[in-house]
Nanobody, 115 residues
């Protein structure tokens, strides 16, 4: 049973920082990609950042240079460090995992509000 549990969301002022965490359990060894998706109010869900088993990363253009995705394999935890937050970063952030970055598993999400 795969569980992805996000934490670390909250309310922050523009220009501030947050670090999201995702505690993963039950993830199959064949999963080779994890990441963060987000959904802003009234908008479709979008990919913010992904990291692959080889350590390579991909970021949405809107977050490049501000967000950093990383993993702590010993703790089975995925992180998203978000700096210089903007009001348009407001939304629900979901931890995801999948195969070849086709996401099969989703967390419940954590709310980030920049205001």
């Amino acid at each position: 049973h795969v569980q992805l549990v996000e934490s670390g969301g909250g309310l922050v002022q523009p220009g501030g920082s947050l670090r999201l965490s995702c505690a993963a359990s039950g993830v199959p060894y064949s999963v080779d990609c994890m990441g963060w998706f987000r959904q802003a109010p009234g908008k479709e869900r979008e990919k913010a950042a992904v990291i692959r088993n080889d350590g390579s990363t991909t970021y949405a253009d809107s977050v490049k240079g501000r967000f950093t995705i990383s993993t702590d394999n010993a703790k089975n935890t995925l992180y998203l460090r978000m700096n210089n937050l903007k009001t348009e970063d407001t939304g629900i952030y979901y931890c995801v995992a999948g195969y070849d970055c086709i996401m099969a598993y989703w967390g419940q999400g954590t709310q980030v509000t920049v205001s």
